[in-house]
C-alpha cells in the first residue's frame, strides 16, 4: 500500500516505436479511462477500483482505502486516505504494458508501483 501511496506519474518521453516489453505513456484523460474502466488495479494486498466520478475505493492490506482522482496536465492528481491514515495529494504519471499499469509518484520522479488489471 505504501507503493501506491507513493507512486506518481512522470513525465517520461515514450519512443514512437517502442519495444514490446517497455510501458507506454498514458498521455491523457480518455487514455487512462479506457484502460481502468470496470477494472480492478490489484497490488499484493491491495485491489483498487478509479471510478468515473472521480472516486477511488477498494482496500488495502485489511483497510478500506477511498479518494478522489481528477486527470491535470497529463498526470494521474489522487488525494488518498488508508483507513484512517491520510496519505495526502500527489501527481502521478501512469504507464501501461498489457495489464500492467505503472503509476510512478511525484509527477515521475518518485517510487514507483505496478498493478495488475483485473
Do not use: K
Not at 507503493?3 to 515514450?14: G, H
Not at 492490506?61 to 477511498?66: F, I, L, P
Not at 501527481?91 to 488489471?117: I, N
Amino acid at each position: 500500500m505504501r507503493m501506491f501511496a507513493a507512486a506518481a506519474l512522470a513525465a517520461t518521453t515514450v519512443s514512437a516505436a517502442p519495444a514490446a516489453a517497455d510501458f507506454a505513456r498514458i498521455q491523457n484523460e480518455t487514455q487512462f479511462r479506457e484502460v481502468v474502466q470496470g477494472r480492478t488495479l490489484a497490488y499484493p494486498l491491495v485491489r483498487l477500483r478509479v471510478t468515473p466520478d472521480g472516486r477511488i475505493t477498494g482496500t488495502g492490506a485489511g483497510r478500506e482505502v477511498s479518494g478522489q482522482w481528477q486527470w491535470q496536465d497529463g498526470l494521474f492528481c489522487r488525494d488518498l486516505y488508508w483507513g484512517e491514515r491520510e496519505l495526502g495529494y500527489n501527481c502521478q504519471t501512469v504507464e501501461v504494458r498489457g495489464d500492467t499499469v505503472r503509476f510512478t509518484s511525484d509527477a515521475g520522479e518518485g517510487d514507483h508501483a505496478d498493478f495488475r488489471l483485473r
